[in-house]
């Protein structure tokens, strides 16, 4: 059983459009998370919920709105998907991080091209 | 200055050859660092925490100087299938995220 599982694994879209990713978790961990991993592979946190509720919003454009139904469950939605939207996004969940020992673990990534 | 901080690389080595590579992190509050592992086209994954007293995982050995805020990996006797991005990995000081380096790229050869 995959532990992160994010669909879809490929996203090609026209400038404009708006699509959404959606992500599970079947670890029963508490927090999950958005990262975003540039064409200079750069991995960059986007936002953080515990419990469903959101607690890093880093500096994202409003474009980009995340909505977790349950804490198994954080979906990304973007609106009027830009140029530079493309890249491959990644979520991941991991357990209460003030444990040092915590392993975050990531799903397979969603390449998302805007033509 | 950047929270995690490392060389780019890449890193060309022969196989059984020995490698580190480092890392520095701006932020003297954190707490909790790792070594992830992240293949072509994959997602990253843990290779190791890293203590405050040094620790080794078979061929990888991992040691956090707090005092210069530096991290570092070294790989002894690298096999081909060591070759991989590997990330410096942080928590933030609030605790609610990895912040991850823009990762090292070693390429073992035969």
């Known amino acids: 059983d995959t532990a992160v599982s994010q669909t879809p694994k490929y996203l090609v879209t026209q400038m404009g459009n708006d699509k959404s990713i959606k992500c599970e978790q079947n670890?029963?961990?508490?927090?999950m998370y958005w990262y975003k991993q540039d064409s200079k592979k750069f991995l960059k946190i986007m936002f953080s919920?515990?419990?469903?509720?959101?607690?890093i919003n880093e500096t994202v454009p409003n474009r980009f709105s995340p909505k977790s139904p349950d804490k198994a469950h954080l979906n990304l939605h973007i609106n009027s998907l830009e140029l530079g939207d493309s890249a491959v996004y990644f979520c991941?969940?991991?357990?209460?991080?003030?444990?040092?020992?915590?392993?975050?673990?990531f799903g397979q990534g969603t390449r998302l091209t805007v033509v | 200055r950047k929270e995690v901080e490392q060389d780019p690389g890449p890193f060309n080595v022969p196989e059984g050859a020995t490698v580190a590579f480092n890392c520095t992190y701006s932020?003297?509050?954190?707490?909790?660092f790792f070594w992830y592992r992240q293949d072509c086209r994959k997602e990253p994954k843990l290779l190791m925490s890293?203590?405050?007293s040094g620790n080794e995982d078979g061929r990888f050995t991992a040691q956090l100087n707090r005092a210069s805020q530096y991290i570092s990996l070294l790989i002894r006797d690298s096999k081909l299938s060591d070759s991989a991005t590997y990330l410096c990995?942080?928590?933030?000081?609030?605790?609610?995220?990895?912040?991850f380096g823009k990762g090292t790229t070693l390429s073992v050869s035969s």
């Open positions: 991941a969940s991991s357990q209460d991080l003030g444990n040092r020992n915590t392993e975050a673990f």
């Open positions: 670890l029963g961990h508490d927090t």
């Open positions: 919920y515990n419990n469903k509720e959101l607690i």
């Open positions: 932020n003297s509050a954190s707490q909790s």
């Open positions: 890293v203590y405050s």
């Open positions: 990995v942080v928590i933030n000081q609030a605790g609610t995220a990895l912040i």
